[in-house]
């Protein structure tokens, strides 16, 4: 690798680069495998073992490029077949055994296999430099915007120069050979473009706090500790387009005057980490990094702080307290970290999702970000699709689209035909929103006026068979969890609630303790010190607000309507109807059913969980449900 001195000689780069691609593809067949680490857990490691393999036997010469996720995790393992001047074929779901049919029919006879298929590019050359445009007609693409994720699954992640070839490192050109600090700030403010880390902030407002913040030297610091539950939209950026990141920091340090900076990302991402490692020593070959980047008087270093794993550290001041060696423990506000940051220096800290943006606005401008999504809410907003919903998966789509668009187009619906319950935003932090609701437009304002959050990208769905009291118990139990323990009313209030609900779904709670909840929450929102506490109350506020019928039931008449909290149920075996087949035994496992074969089974009610394994493995209705001193089939829960 050669440094480069200045934008001209990045131009030339980017075009034997291209011409490095469009040559390939011309030449040979590419075989394109998702190793991100949804496609890693589904079984794309040995996917392509196996295709390494029947490449070797039939001695083909085939490209063979790992790339990363490209949002249709539920499809995963991915792999794409692009014969020279032909269509790019995707394979889902791809196993083992699949491998040598699909290598013989589409590599060897040139005939691609149809019922395997889940995607056509109509792009017969070059076609992954084109973007996800070639999908739009597949109907979790169709009401897609990708500008975040506009590489993720299509080039490289380990390979600068395909960066480059699709305007990598372009905007930092422009930016270095053209633009002062304050043009680069008035055209991030003028794009609208809101902090995508929760809390929504005007990003080139930021900026500008910084630049002007007294202090020297100034830090810009990437936050990538990315711990809700369900969400792994930073981690995929990182793991499929290390490079945006670490050129909208380039551009974000310019802008502020910072020498220095950090990325702060779980040690539970090894393979966004080991990446995005990688990229910055191909940023620092190249000279994108150290030294009068680009022939200019710009320098900028760039390091990497793994996190332990604390939830607490998404919080910009812990992040920060973690960087320097500390316990991660919020710390009061102001001085915010733009004034009194990293060392007690002025500090720029932003999310993933909006360094990876930045360098898109440079180069295409502020007009053309600012007219995606919605005057208050500009541009794209990317989700962790996940829960009771047929396409789980990473999406990006325009500020302005409604959850209904989400949901049912774009996520496919509710799997089974199971009726649609709520949808939680915004991760544990968040809320939740019923039916009612589902023509909500997904923005920062609408969400919040609507009882939920944008958050950091999370939403899960929840169908017809989600106890809401449950729900919002589980994310009450990691948000609580969680806490650094620094502040009493996130502290002890956390607990509190946590046994509020817990009594509820045990069946042991009383109305009182639904004022309980609300005297508890106002307590936590209005006296913690950091967001982690002000918004723990969020979902359990939010579930309360929409389906307090629920939580009357589970009081009143110890019922959990959707069958799921087990304290309010007992099972039994119907000896009339039980041949003594031993499923039911298989399934428990607290050893409480016994019993000969072929003889009736009993169940042990002193050592049963009360889980209902016994009903599922159960296919001739022996198992009953007792409640209420009736025996029901569940049914009719």
Known sequence: MTVLNNAAELDQLQKAALARLEERANAK????????????????????QAVQAEI?????????????????????????????????????????????????????????????????????????????????EHPFYRNQVRVALRNCGMIDPESIDEYIAVDGYKGLAKVLSGMEPQDVI???????????????????????FCMRARGYPKYVICNADEGDPGAFMDRSILEGDPHSVIEGML?????????????????????????????????????????????????????????????????ETALIASIEGKRGEPRPRPPYPAVSGLWGKPSNVNNVKSYAITPQIMVKGADWFSSIGTPTSTGTAVFALTGKINNTGLIEVPMGITLREIIFEVGGGIPKKKQFKAVQTGGPLGGCLPAEALDTPVDFDSLTKAGATMGSGGMIVVDQDTCMVEFARYFLTFASAESCGKCVPCRIG????????????????????????????????????????????????????????????????????????????????????????????????????????KEPHVINQAKCLQ????????????????????LIPLEAI
């Open 56 to 136: 070797a036997t039939h001695n083909l010469d085939v490209e063979m490029v790992n790339v990363g996720c490209i949002g249709m995790c539920v499809k995963e393992p991915l792999v794409d077949i692009q014969l020279p001047g032909r269509p790019r074929v995707t394979y889902a779901n791809v196993t083992p055994d699949m491998v040598p049919r699909i290598i013989d029919e589409h590599l060897v006879k040139k005939q691609f296999i149809k019922k395997w298929a889940f995607a056509q590019l109509t792009n017969g050359s070059g076609a992954r430099v084109e973007g996800l445009k070639e999908y739009a």
């Open 251 to 315: 551009i974000a340090a310019y802008a502020i005057g910072a020498p220095e900076g950090y990325v702060y990302c779980r040690a539970e991402y090894p393979l966004a980490i080991k990446r995005l490692k990688k990229a910055i020593v191909q940023a620092n070959e190249y000279g994108f990094l150290g030294e009068n980047i680009l022939g200019s008087s710009f320098s900028f270093q760039l390091k990497i702080k793994e996190g332990a794993g604390a939830f607490v550290c998404g919080e």
């Open 186 to 208: 008035d055209e991030m403010k003028d794009s609208g473009l809101r902090g995508r880390g929760g809390a929504g902030f005007l990003t080139g407002v930021k900026w500008e």
């Open 29 to 48: 067949a590419t075989v394109y495998i998702g190793m991100g680490t949804c496609g890693v857990a589904a079984g794309a490691t040995q996917v392509a």
């Open 611 to 630: 889980c209902g394994a016994c009903y599922q493995a159960c296919n001739l209705g022996a198992i009953l449900v007792k409640h209420k001193h009736e």
């Open 494 to 597: 956390g607990q509190r609630l946590l046994e509020v609900l817990t009594r509820i779904t045990q069946g042991q709670g009383t109305l009182e303790d639904l004022d309980e909840i609300e005297y508890i929450s106002q307590n936590m929102r209005e006296g913690s010190l950091c967001a982690l506490g002000q918004l723990t109350p969020g979902p359990v506020m939010a579930s309360l607000r929409f389906f307090r019928e629920e939580y009357e039931a589970h009081i009143n008449e110890k019922f959990c309507p959707a069958g799921v909290c087990a304290g309010m149920y007992t099972y039994e075996i119907d000896a009339d109807l039980c041949p003594g087949c031993g499923l039911c035994v298989k399934a428990c496992t607290s050893d409480a059913i016994t019993g000969t074969r």
